[in-house]
DNA sequence: GAAATAGTGTCTGTAAGACATTATATT
DNA sequence: AATATAATGTCTTACAGACACTATTTC
């Protein structure tokens, strides 16, 4: 390990301009039953680009404190909300010379889903104001901070996919929940209706999930509560979901 | 644009230490009969890390020449090939303090996929030696340089993931080429056979391909010949490949 | 016509979609 | 008992897998 400096004094050929590294976050949650997105205000301070607009939550690598692109993110998302999450998923990296007015940069993005129960939004801090936003309600096509409308219209559409055969939509849910409300879950991501009994067929041929036993959340009738398998984080599906009337 | 120097003077507030950037390039190729990986022999130099390790083709953003991460990987891959492809997936990103002994680095991995009769391996410049080599003859386990035998065992389970539900294979093939061979490289990528009768429903049924007229490749018989249709560079299938064993 | 490869047809199995039905709890 | 929701059953359809068969070319 010789050690970085900044300017590297001890390596000739490493005395060339580095792009800026950040980390961002596309966080999902399950929120007055519809998909929402955290975005957080940019600050309104001199040298700070796009003030006011809004933007995902991240920041720069600190390379004393993070060990690695994940522990920043799990850092971050930390600060941010309170929670560590058992599901963080690397969505990829945006770099470019024209993305950020301060120079050429490079943001590893990771996206995660979190039951909306488990977080508390922290304020202060870089981010004056953190806020949920609801997927649907134009934010992705709105402008955001930087090229954050891509990244969230690049995550959206990768959530949307993996949710037609993984078990992802799960970790949206406090736990133990039941079938019906894992449903409704799936069916709120996915914009449309999910027949039943396939579901039900689906979720419980993947064994992703344990009985807790009963559960009475409200409804007239008990239902029977699930946790997910703790050695299985996401579970893949044979086939993905498809209404006949798409052939 | 306020323009970015090294060390950066107008900007009080990024005088932190930058992580080192790179793109690293996974390229797979179908030779002699077996799905092959390029790999470049790191140089033997006071300060290079990893000195006649081999490595996958790579190397730091310009931050002068590359537009974008994307472009970075393409000139890095007509630098190494001379070929331009019109395939170029990004993997992923990796980063941390650990990965390189020079300091905290991140590098943006792309994957491609080349017919080995476009490619011409360039010699000299910064990789002394390209060379092919099989992924099966324990690369992805021995010592590469860096983090690269993670990055090559997670590319090759990308690969053999997505060719069992997608029309990946094909950029492996110069066109035309008939169905057989496209069945083989399958099957050379998959490591196990495929049923001819599903294979080619499943492949006409994608309409990914265009016929080019037959075509006279040493078979007693002629074969059709198709070419990939310009505007779709990857099918996705409906289902995965599996056999009845699996279940 | 023998041989080898290209291409097609038939049967079966799996799992999803559609939708009807039964079960269990609350009021 | 009425009602709302939970859970199950039945039928159909899509498509892959297995494997037998036909077609076309060269020798």
Known sequence: MTGTTHPPKDAPELRFERPLTTVDLVVFTLRE???????VQRPDRPKEPFPNDWALPGGF????????????????????????????????????AARDPRGWSATHVYFTLLPITGVTLQEGGNSQDAQWFPVDSGVQHQTLAFDHAEILRVAVQRLRAKVEYT?????????????????????????????????????????FLEETGPIDVGAPRLAMGYRMNADQPLAYFPRTFSPRSDH
Chains 1, 2 share one sequence.
């Open 33 to 39: 039953d519809q998909l929402q997105v955290l975005l």
């Open 61 to 96: 690598v600190d390379v004393h404190k993070d060990a690695s692109l994940q522990a920043c993110a799990q850092r971050k998302l930390k600060e941010k909300t309170g929670v560590d999450t058992p599901y963080l998923e690397q969505l990829g990296s945006w770099g470019g």
């Open 167 to 207: 078990s992802l939509p799960a970790h949206l849910l406090p736990q133990p929940f039941t079938l019906p409300q894992l449903q409704k879950a799936y069916e709120l991501v996915l914009g449309r209706a999910v027949d039943k009994s396939g579901f039900r067929t689906r979720m419980l041929a993947a064994s």
